[in-house]
C-alpha cells in the first residue's frame, strides 16, 4: 500500500496558533475517535499543553469497543472520560469530568477573587469531533462540524456556561512513523479522502474486519472469507453493485464498505489495542 503522509500548510498554521494561544487556557480537553485512540492521539498536541492537565475524551463511543484501553489509560493516570457527543445524555458528566480535572485551577482564582470561566483549549486530529463537543457543552451550533477532515481551519472562543472552549483545527503529526495508525486514520476519515487511493484502504478494510469483526462481515454483506478483493467481489453481489456485463462496480463497493463502517452500520469496532496506545504514548 502506498504509504500516508498528510500535513497541508494550514495545519503547520493551527500548531503555531496554539502554541501562541495555549497560555489564555487553564486546561485541554484531548479529543480522541474511540474506534483508534492510539491512532488519533497526537504526542506534539499534547507537548503544546505543556504543565496545563489535560482531560482525554473517548469520542464516538458508542462506534467503538474500547472498554480495555479506557481501563489502560485510566491506569496510566491520566484523565480520561468516555464520550458519545451527538448524545445530549453525555453533557452532564463531561462537565463533571472537565471541573475536576481543573478543579485546582479553579481553586486559585477563587482563591484570588478571579469571578471567570474555566478556559478549556480543545484539540484533536481531523474528525475526532471536537466541534461537536463544543455544540454538545454550549447547547447549540455554535462550531462548523462535518464529516470531512479539515472542517475548522481557524481559531474561535465559543461561550458554554462555566467554562470557555478554544475551538482549534484539527492537525495531524507531520509525518507517520506507524503505517498501521496512519491506515486507521484512514479509516475512521482523518485523513482527507481526496489524497488516498480508496481502493487500497477499502481492502486493508476487510481485510482488518475479517480479522477483528467476521461476524459482522458476514451479517452485513455474507462474507465468510477469502481475499480482499473476494471480499469486496461479495460486497458487489449482495448490494447489487454490478455494471453491464455483470462486471462488478468495484468503485461503488468499496464506497459502502468504507461509508457503512464510518457510519456504523456494521458494528462497535476499536482497532487499537493497548500495546499500540503505549508505542503511541498514550500510556
Known sequence: MKP????????????????????LSDAVVFVLDARAPAATYNEKLTAIAGSRPVLYLLNKWDLGNADTLLSAVK???????????????GKNGLVSAMNAVAAEKAQRL?????ARPLRFLVAGVPNTGKSTVINL????????????????RSKQWVKCGAFDLMDTPGTMPPSFANQTLA?????????????????????????????????????????DGGTPLQMLEQVCTKRGFLLKGKEFDYERGERAV?????????CRITFDTVDDAREAGLI
Open 75 to 89: 491506569g496510566a493516570g491520566k484523565h480520561v472520560y468516555p464520550l458519545d457527543a451527538t448524545s445530549p445524555r
Open 258 to 266: 468504507i461509508d457503512d463502517f464510518r457510519k456504523g452500520k456494521l
Open 183 to 223: 491506515r486507521r486514520l484512514a479509516y475512521i476519515g482523518s485523513v482527507n479522502d481526496d489524497i488516498l487511493e480508496l481502493d487500497e484502504i477499502a481492502l486493508a478494510l476487510l481485510q482488518d474486519l475479517l480479522e477483528i469483526a467476521p461476524a459482522a462481515l458476514l451479517e452485513r454483506y455474507g462474507i
Open 137 to 152: 457543552l454550549s447547547g447549540a451550533k455554535r462550531a462548523v462540524t462535518g464529516d470531512k477532515a479539515g472542517v475548522t
Open 4 to 23: 500516508i503522509q498528510w500535513f497541508p500548510g494550514h495545519m503547520a498554521k493551527a500548531m503555531r496558533m496554539m502554541e501562541e494561544n495555549v497560555n
Open 110 to 114: 477563587k482563591e484570588k477573587d478571579m
